[in-house]
């Protein structure tokens, strides 16, 4: 290709035809600023910093103008730099300055323009509608308002990554950025590459600044995560600015990995090995020795082994959910984990305690890494593919199986289902499915925690709250093909979505799923119906409202009856094996005690976060904590009543120190008022000598306090 | 346990066994020439029932120690226990014809009187004072828990007053300046000095001791009054915790009465545990020993 010959702020240049402006000054050593335009993208010339004079009427951007024969160039005079300097004042007139980028690195490229031009005080006024922020992914934080159109980001992940997440969105003012159909950044497609981050010259785009945790092992170089199948597509400088977030750590045979019920922050990656996933803490329901003399007194605790004390309910039971791609099976409560396996992901994402122990069978090699390395080979295709196919090969029965209403399935059925169903992730605050939306799946939660809520004039009511094993969505398949209730993802939430189609084809074939099934729809229907009726039924204030209407059962002790001789809170402790699940005291309401025992709440918040899936309701709606609770504490904590205790006993475990040897060691099990639902009457109840202990509805209760019924009616209802 | 109108089966089914004892009572008194005996078969018969309804009412000691066993819910075998109690005494006053003779008989009605005395007394006492108990102490805790509350109020009082005057030495007061010390109140070195000088002397000793006969703060109007010229004595900036140790000693003021309270609901018992176990024995005693000789 031939030359042209040019000038450029009197130097003679020659460069290949096609060249740019720009290039062609940078080439010869001549500085254009520049901002919209980057070497690795293809030019586009929006923000016209790069202005020179070429000889036209107006200005030209050097970015996209080419270089043409005997062209004469300037690239300082008075008419240029004046307008460059206009632009920057422009573009800074609706700059947050400083930025993010500016706060972080003191880099962002607009600023430094300006510093350079000596702009401090914009003379035009700022625009008055804001553009907002977007926060929700876990690595980069967007911010609108300092977005300057330039176009960067969108050419980064588009023609550098081929990802297309990014576009534009919007007209005049309200033009910007957008991924996909302008859905917050979190719930896109993006794939948490980075590019976009790293093309950004202003604060829009920054890292979210990483937890300033060091943790323990080795550090691992960018090259070799890029050697990784999902690193391959991250952008290097996004790498580097999130490489503090994973290390490698090697476990020796034996060594314990992770122990349930501790917090951490971290999920692991298995690269090499063997680990064994189990539950340290007995399953068993606590028991006490040592007789009842009194709350206060000290007690022993013992453990009632499985078989002595089993409930009803748990002979149906075949696995325990835990934080991994498996289950434990329930009689055993033990899996292994092997190269390929990702576990800790809801420790890692949503903070929730360990949900089992992990010990190393074998020498392992694994990854430990924070939430925004998750995040990021989470979103990773590959990884996902391999991750989500590992679910679907191992399991998607267990899972399917540990619903009781689904035991019947056949393995030829699983199988149908196997690569029909889709697996889907939600972030925080997601709307899974929306009230009078059209039915066209059934979903089963996999991991995190989903509220299912009816939305009301004055406020939302929340329904109920479903963790792994749960499922929703059938109400409106069998029934009208609406939704009835709103569904919304409540932390980081996987689920498995079963489309209409399989979901049809499951109730025909299996007349039993069906008829389990419409009972349960029928059941949960009426429920919602009649919290409905007591939703709008209660004039009361906002405290009673609030706390007691929510509960289910009251726990209440007349004080004009109760002569505070405890027979109930030791009655409760002797039912209990020694360990009270009721304490005499709380709130007074009228003439009546509403005492710190489990309130079986509507929305019980306890059940929020529980990492194993122990606290759960039964059918019965009365909350119970089955025996695998491994004592974490977090149903304690959420309770707002603090009606959920944890209580203490010995244990006997391996001695790390002494091989072979067995030391006692201290765990706990949580424990709250199971109704005692074996008798006809609660024993605290029973044992009230003086008439005057009562568990109530307390939808009844507040009706006759809230109306001015006759005392003596009121007499004979207590 | 209130006596209300769900005693109401238990009163009429009593009143009819009573009616029916004592028309029965009566036709065999003035039957039997040598007047009523305990050794008759009538007799026996009141003897026996009586002491079946005594040993019926003693039972209620042992099922509340075992309230896990469904044997009928212990409001039941205490309107039972109140009233068939109560009757029984009718029963043995006809069993022994109203005449009591020899020593272990005498003792053994004392004893019964005594008894069924403090047991109504007991019921009284439980049909009205929780009432009391839940009008006069509305910051009731558990009242096994009562010292371990009294030291969590003692220590906040002990850090209100600090975060005003600086560390306090409760031993050693007067000597250290309190110059170096950040407190969150600003205030005089004077002020800070008599204000803890104040606490150490006039209400500290009263949370160490909240049961001491006599104490000033103990007494509602006396501790208004107290408080009334601490106001008036020490600067405005420590009027918020002097309002606070205020309610402080109120909240002990409330266990006191609490405790109190608490030994009027549960002290009869003492009079009326023991002796009716020493009842049922001798009881048992004088009727082994009635039918042997
Ligand atoms: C034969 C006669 C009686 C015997 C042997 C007897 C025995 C007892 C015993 C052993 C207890 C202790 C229960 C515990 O362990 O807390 C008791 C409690 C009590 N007794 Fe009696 N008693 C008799 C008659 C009566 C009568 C006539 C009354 C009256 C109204 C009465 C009222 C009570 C009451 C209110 C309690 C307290 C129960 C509680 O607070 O839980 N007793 N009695
Ligand atoms: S039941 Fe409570 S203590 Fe037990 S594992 Fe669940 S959240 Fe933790
Ligand atoms: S058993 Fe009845 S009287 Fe005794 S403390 Fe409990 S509620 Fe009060
Ligand atoms: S850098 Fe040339 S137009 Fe933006």
Redesign the pocket.
Known sequence: MSDVHLTIDGAAVSVPAGTTIFDAARMHGIPIPTLCHQQNETPVGVCRVCVVEAGGRVLSAACVRQAEDKMVVTTNSEKVTRARRTLIELLMADHPSPCARQRQSNDCELETLARLEGITQPRFPRRLSPRGQDNSSLVIAVDHEACILCDRCIRGCDEIRHNDVLGRRGKGFWAGIAFDYNLPMGNSSCVSCGECMVSCPTGALTNKSVVKTVLPGEPVDVEELQQLSYFQKVSGTFLELNKNAVVRRHYRKGEIVCREGEYGSTAFYILEGQAQVFLATPLAHVQTQGGATGFFSKLTSRLAGRQQERREEEGARRSIPIDAPVDLPYDNPVATLGPGDLFGEMTCMSLYPRSATVRAATDCVMFEMLRNVLDIIQRNKTLKAQLDANYRKRALDDHLRSVPMFASLTPEFIDVLRNKVELVRHTKGDVICRQGDIADSFYLVRLGFVKVSEPHPGGELVLAYLGRGGYFGEIGLLGEGRRTATCTALDHVELVRIHAEEFHQMVEQFPDVRQNLERLAYERTEQNRQRLATATSMPLDDFLTQGLMEAQSLLV?DLE?????????RACADAHEGVTRLV?EGQRFDKYLVATSCRHCRDPLCMVGCPVGSIRRRNSLEVIIENWCIGCGLCAKNCPYGNINLHPFNVLEDDPANPGRQIAVVKQKATSCDLCTEHAEPT?VY????D??HRVDPNEFFRWLGTPLETETRRSLT | MRIDKTHRGWVIAATVLAAVSTILYILYAVQSPSGPRGGSAIGLTFGITGYALMLYAGLIGARKKVPTWRIGRAQTWMRGHIWLGTLSLLLILYHGGFAFRGALTAVLMILFFIVILSGWVGALIQHFVPTLMTERVPMETIYEEIPHVRAQLREEADKLVSSVCGPMDTEAIADEPAAAVTTLVEIEQEDRARFRDIYLRRVRPYLADPEAPRAELADATRAREVFESLRRLLVTPVHAVLDDLENICEEERQMNRQIGIYRWLHGWLLVHVPLSIALLVLGGVHAIMALRY
């Open positions: 002790m009856r109760c002569t505070r001789c405890d027979a109930c809170v005499r605290c044992a009230c000598p003086h005057a202990c």
